[in-house]
Every structure is written in C-alpha cells, then in structure tokens.
Nanobody, 120 residues
C-alpha cells in the first residue's frame, strides 16, 4: 500500500521557521518526483516545491525562503520553511508523481496534509 504521511506543521510567528516531513512507503522512492503543495482557506491548491533526483524547483512566492530536500535512506522528503509570512498559512500536502519528472499536475499519490499557521 502506498502511503505519504506529512508531519511538522504547526503555529509559528511571522519570521519563524518550520520543517515539514513527508514519509513515503509502498513504492521505490527514487523513481518518483515528489512535490509539496499548499491550500489556503478559500484558495486553490498551488504547487510550492518539487524534487526530482538532484534537481529542485520552487514557486516564485517561496523562492529563497523554502528549501526542499530528500533522504532516500529514510524515504522522506523535507520542506524547510524559513522567514515565514502570514500568507504562507495553509494546509501543506506532499504528493508523488508516476515518474521522476517534476510537474504540479498528474500526481498519483497524495498525503492527507499538515496545517501551517503563521501569525503576524
């Protein structure tokens, strides 16, 4: 059974940091691109960051503040979020594509999300 489980969300003040984790099981971790999405209340879900092999990608809104990384031995992808802003408040999801190419669509598996709240 394929599972993606996010953790690490919480409440943080503006300017603070959080590190999200996405633990994957049930598939060969290195064979798939893994992406982070977020959905704020009343807004559409948006792609935040993606990792494929050693390449990483970021939405303009988080570039320079967020960093995605992976630990293949632990089948885990991380999202280090620094200099958080109130507009980063959202539920954050990780998702896996069916191949190694990063795209923010066509995701095959999703986690259930972890909430992040940034207070001003």
């Amino acid at each position: 059974e394929v599972q993606l489980v996010e953790s690490g969300g919480g409440l943080v003040q503006a300017g603070g940091s959080l590190r999200l984790s996405c633990a994957a099981s049930g598939f060969t971790f290195g064979d798939r691109a893994i992406a982070w999405f977020r959905q704020a209340p009343g807004k559409e879900r948006e792609g935040v960051s993606c990792i494929e092999s050693s390449s990483t990608y970021y939405a303009d809104s988080v570039k320079g503040r967020f960093a995605i990384s992976s630990d293949n031995a632990k089948n885990t992808v991380y999202l280090q979020m620094n200099s958080l802003k109130p507009e980063d408040t959202a539920v954050y999801y990780c998702a896996a594509r069916g191949n190694r190419v990063c795209r923010y669509y066509g995701m095959e598996y999703w986690g259930k999300g972890t909430p992040v709240t940034v207070s001003s």
